[in-house]
């Protein structure tokens, strides 16, 4: 099968196009000719080295992704060859060879069932996203109606962030460089979007909330913004940590916590087991319903576009970003 294979870890550059053996299932394991996979910031850490997994080379990245079953394992029920189906977090991609391949192997148990009225697309880039949301918004016991404050919102974990949000019944706030996007968010349904560019977002955040401070702030972006962040949070507010692509925070004053008791907890969607991922799935779609919200794609390169693929994503999407592997 063809697949793209990270030869040595240093980066993306050394992702190339080959020739592999397809995987057998093995016990336990379906088999999917991958339609679409998604792209995830996490793919490029992996290839730089900067990330905790440490796969055996040369490996295949990829955890999202969509498929036609196309074999099942021994030991395999509820799952038939022809059946279509979507990959939730698990070792896909990470430990083990991942979506950007025409062939993927996984256990049974890391597969679902692609939701009504879901295109291809949205179930190849659906589900890691909003595992990481999820856990974001449900690790703290918020009270309905909560202010959320979301950096990086128009990313893949933004958006998710956002539908979410508004399902549970809380106000979604948005920060994104861009108006284009700030003004996508709104229609999404972001109560309030401004721009972490902007030195008056504070005080223009606290003007629209008649002075309410932020519950939650779910951060992606991490690096010199992470202070501003911190000062729009009322008593009692927590922080989300998913992300950092802003890079480290350069100071940080530990007594900017003390006052208002707030508490910062990290995010790790990898750390669902595969029950946990399948029982939160269940809970993000009856929240997606109410929220009447799907995946949002931004576009879809072709198989041999990965690279271009990776350089728009670091521009900052405005949704997910995927690959059409087999997309027919
Ligand atoms: N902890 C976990 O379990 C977990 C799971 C999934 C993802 N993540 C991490 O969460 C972060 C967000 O993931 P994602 O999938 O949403 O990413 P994404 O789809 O690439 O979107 C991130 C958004 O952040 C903004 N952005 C990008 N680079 C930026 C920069 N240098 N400075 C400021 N803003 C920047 C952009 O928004 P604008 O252009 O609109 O400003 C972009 O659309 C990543 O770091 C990812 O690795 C963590």
């Known amino acids: 099968m063809k697949a793209w294979l990270l030869t040595k870890l ?3 550059a050394n992702l190339h196009m080959g020739e592999v053996a397809a995987p057998v299932a093995a016990s336990g394991e379906v088999l999917l000719r991958v339609q679409f996979a998604a792209l995830n910031p996490a793919d490029r850490y992996l290839a730089q080295g900067a ?4 796969p055996a080379l040369p490996h295949i990245l990829g955890r999202d992704g969509v498929g036609e079953i196309a074999a099942v394992g021994p030991g395999v029920t509820g799952w038939q060859p022809g059946q279509h189906a979507m990959l939730l977090r698990g070792a896909v991609g990470v430990e083990r060879a991942g979506t950007f391949a025409e062939f993927v192997c996984a256990p049974a148990d890391n597969l679902v069932a692609i939701p009504d009225r879901w295109t291809s697309e949205q179930a190849g880039g659906g589900s890691l996203t909003y595992l990481t949301a999820w856990q ?3 690790q703290w016991n918020l009270p309905p109606g909560s202010n959320i404050l979301i950096t990086g919102a128009s990313g893949g974990v933004g958006i998710a962030s956002v539908q979410l949000a508004k399902g549970l019944g809380h106000r979604a706030m948005v920060l994104s460089r861009s108006t284009d996007k700030q003004e996508r968010l709104r229609q999404i349904g972001a109560v309030w979007a401004g721009s972490p560019d902007d030195s008056q977002w504070r005080k223009s955040l606290m003007e629209y909330a008649g002075g309410r401070k932020v ?3 779910i951060d992606n972006i991490g690096g010199a913004g992470f202070s501003d962040i911190v000062d729009v949070l009322g008593p009692n507010g927590r922080i989300s940590v998913v992300g950092r692509l802003a890079g ?10 003390f006052f208002r008791r707030l508490r910062v ?4 969607a990898g750390t669902y087991s595969a029950a946990e991922a399948q029982a939160a799935w269940q809970d993000i779609l009856k929240t997606l319903r109410l929220a009447e919200a799907a995946p949002v794609i931004d576009r879809s390169f072709g198989f041999a576009e990965l690279l271009q693929a990776f350089e728009y994503l670091a521009r900052g999407p405005m949704g997910k970003v995927l690959l059409a592997v087999c997309p027919g």
Request: charged share 5%; hydrophobic share 45%; aromatic share 8%.
């Open 215 to 217: 519950n939650l702030v």
């Open 265 to 268: 907890g990290g995010v790790a």
């Open 51 to 54: 990330y905790p997994a440490r």
């Open 136 to 138: 974001a918004i449900t």
């Open 10 to 12: 240093g980066g993306l």
């Open 248 to 257: 480290p925070v350069p100071q940080f004053n530990t007594a900017s916590l």
